[in-house]
């Protein structure tokens, strides 16, 4: 006979976690042995000082993707003040790299059964997704709370019009373009379900992080090459080493800061590239002029210093632009063909894209970036079109009030 992993057994009585659940351990333990449950399936472990709350702050995936959770930390702060929240994770690795995120109360629940119990013990109210993660259906399984999706940035990517936007309550958006973006590529999609919020993540207190430096700074930040094609829009392979070449050349200091996913990518150009552009960096240290490469502390605090910043379609264009629109942006486009991806991105339509095809031309662009009145005017109309908040604070304001209305909205149903 199969015998229990002691493993297993130790982490039944591991300090700091607690388990609760209506079944003995005894009777989980006959369960495993039976072959009726997952090895892992000892109850619920929780981490804190609660196992009840109002909001649930849902994310089913691993710690590689734990920074789309992280963003929205301060915010969902803000909200325990009021109703109380509760973060609940589906993998372990996540749920132990999270410890020292917040303290925010946390539940572990591996398998399903677990998270059907403790929905079923508890009387959640609301529940939010940060991504599109297929976790999440499992939890909106549960048909007694609300499901709010709120995403991990305001991107003109494929994955922000996702079909699956149809399947939650309501879907907490920055302002128009995402409105737009999603009445032109989903047929069927309740835009009444929409709710704009602005940006909760971009309300914080963001401080330097660069040492001084006379010098303009160009930050390099292109995204990682995403799931398939249609959602590829990193210049990292295509353009990356020809921009830094460029910028090495310029009197600028350069701070490259690739997605967190970039390193790690499945394409072996993309992880050349990346190599290739932190070999140059180093050596253009080795001559004189103090290059940065960032992969670790919040991108928000790095635009504090950052004078220009060339990015491709992804959610740090349109932060930086909310954050600083004063300041020079350069939005990159892979793609040549005139009905390319990128250039159907307001911020590519509206500012002008970097492309092969006129990379000659990037001194020029980080000089007009900074100077020209009809790009800084552009960028001023374009974060009115993309965030429906512009005041610090006012975005985190209408996020706790959504709650409130989403909730008194479900409850009212219930009460008739």
């Not at 006979?1 to 039944?12: A, D, E, F, Y």
């Not at 976690?17 to 333990?29: N, T, Y």
């Not at 210093?305 to 892979?334: A, Q």
């Not at 509206?350 to 009145?373: F, K, V």
Request: hydrophobic share 40%; proline share 5%.
């Amino acid at each position: 006979m199969t015998g229990l992993p002691i493993s297993n057994i130790k982490r039944i009585a591991q300090n700091g976690a607690r388990r609760v659940s209506r079944s003995s351990l005894g009777e989980q333990v006959k369960s495993w042995l039976r072959g009726s449950g997952p090895a892992d399936r000892f109850g619920i472990e929780v981490r804190g000082d609660r196992s009840t709350a109002d909001v649930v702050a849902y994310f089913g995936d691993g710690p590689d993707q734990l920074y789309q959770l992280q963003q929205w930390i301060p915010a969902l702060e803000v909200v325990n003040e009021s109703r109380p929240v509760i973060l609940i994770y589906r993998q372990r690795a996540a749920f132990k790299a999270a410890k020292t995120l917040t303290s925010i109360p946390s539940v572990l629940a591996i398998s399903y059964p677990d998270l059907a119990e403790l929905y079923a013990d508890n009387n959640y109210r609301l529940a939010i997704y940060v991504n599109n993660g297929m976790r999440n259906f499992q939890s909106m399984a549960d048909t007694s709370i609300v499901h709010v999706h709120v995403d991990h940035g305001e991107s003109d990517k494929k994955s922000s019009i996702s079909n699956q936007l149809k399947a939650y309550d309501k879907v907490f958006v920055a302002g128009s373009a995402a409105i737009v973006r999603c009445e032109q590529a989903l047929w069927g999609l309740d835009t009444n379900k929409m709710v704009t919020v602005g940006r909760p993540p971009l309300d914080g207190n963001f401080e330097s992080i660069l040492p001084h430096d006379n010098r303009r700074t160009v930050v390099y930040a292109p995204t990682w090459q995403g799931e398939n094609d249609s959602n590829n829009f990193t210049s990292v392979d295509t353009l990356g080493p020809q921009i830094v070449e460029a910028l090495i050349d310029l009197d600028v200091r350069i701070v490259y800061r690739p997605h967190p996913r970039v390193a790690a990518a499945h394409d072996a150009a993309v992880v050349d590239a990346d190599r290739a552009i932190r070999s140059m960096l180093h050596s253009a240290d080795d001559r004189g002029g103090p290059h940065v490469v960032s992969t670790d502390g919040s991108i928000m605090d790095l635009f504090v210093d950052t004078d220009v910043l060339i990015t491709d379609v992804s959610s740090v264009g349109p932060d930086f632009l909310f954050l600083h629109p004063e300041k020079g942006l350069i939005l990159t486009d892979r793609h040549t063909a005139a009905a390319s991806p990128g250039l159907q991105s307001p911020l590519a339509t509206g500012l002008g894209a970097l492309t092969e095809a006129n990379l000659d031309r990037l001194p020029q662009m980080i000089e007009d970036s900074q100077s020209d009145d009809a790009l800084l005017a552009a960028r001023r109309r374009l974060k009115a079109h993309y965030f429906s908040a512009n005041t610090a604070g006012e975005s985190t304001r209408r996020f706790t009030a959504a709650i409130e209305d989403s909730i008194r909205e479900r409850e009212s149903v219930h009460t008739e």
